[in-house]
């Protein structure tokens, strides 16, 4: 593929915001580790511990022998900390997703609304449901679709509320207002801002005050908590249901024991050391994004640690993928039809353990790109729309 094959690079090790590929030493800007916990010697004193106590793993499902104290002191830490009656653990999040809309859909005249750029355990859940599902595109849209009955009190409106590619933050309050008016139930994937947002890393529902209005509030431990599996939390008959029914949690081994206790530390590191570790994320997304914007690069007004850089064809974005790695800097390609064809990104993503030397060196880099391939100055309200993927760029280039 012209050597610019962007996906399953192997990592030789990470120290968390740098990692060693191809025998180099890389910045990484293309992970979910928002916290930078992955190396946290409490994390990982946590994890080896559990390896100890519990074994590798839990050789089965938790329905049946695969239940450890641990999942439940996790799962009474979650809930505690998001406010909720209780909360159920999964061995992935993406199993989280698919396992609830599924047993959600089953109830009769159940119906799901879900957002058109839902991640993809979304969408798969909701394909997976028996019931009707309609796709809605903003909170406008929703209501549109609404407003043609007074009362939803069968539906359930599923979305994410950070978007994973561009970092847009979804309108949370329309969305809680909306469920006011029509009596639907809400579900909130924040699988990107709990420990970004809110206070202590709460997550977008509390920064955004609507937590009262989120009926089912869904998270992941594979990005700022550090670990592997997921959760959903909620009202204890709701909780109690989706235990004995969910296929995705009865037919699957439980979460291993080191994932469970790393997530467990990495959510009580969070509390503890939020007022030291926010800023920093905020600060490094303000310094990266603005020195993006300096440059020249259209970052999509992203207000979040997710900051992505518009590029538009699809096999350019690859190949400055790889000239990145050949400048020490790691950030991902984002091709159709993951975005729109003709509107493909270089995601970024900030940790608070990046320094300053770190984003000034992939700064350059993206200094150098952007003059290399002379990325166009794009206008928001006009992107380009292609009805063909461009693969030009898979043809040996010259570079100066
Ligand atoms: C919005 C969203 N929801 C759910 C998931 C699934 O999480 P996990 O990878 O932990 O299974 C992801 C992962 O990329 C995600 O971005």
Redesign the pocket.
Known sequence: MAGIYPFFHPLESSEGSVVQLEGKDIIMLGSNNYLGLTHHPKVLAAAKQAINDFGTSCTGSRFLNGNLKLHLKLEENLANFFGYEQALVFS???LA?IGVLDTLGKHQDAIIFSEKEN?A??IDGARLAPCEVRLFEDPDDLEKQLSKQENWSNALVVI?AVF?MTGRIAKLKEFAALRRQYGFRLYV?D??GIGVFGPQGRGTIFEQGVQQDVDLLFG????ALAS???FVAGEKMVIDYLRHKTRSLIFTAGLPPASAAAALAALQVMQKEADEILPKIRENARYWKQGLDEIGYYTMDSVSQIIPTMIGSESLAFRIARDLLDMGVFAIPVPYPVVPCGQSLIRTSVMPTHTKEHLDKALDAFSIIYKRYSIPKFDPDNLPVADKEDWSYFMPQKTN
């Open positions: 992935a999040a993406f997703n991640h355990s979304l994410d994973s994937d699988a990107h992941t431990f594979s990005k592997v599996g997921g």
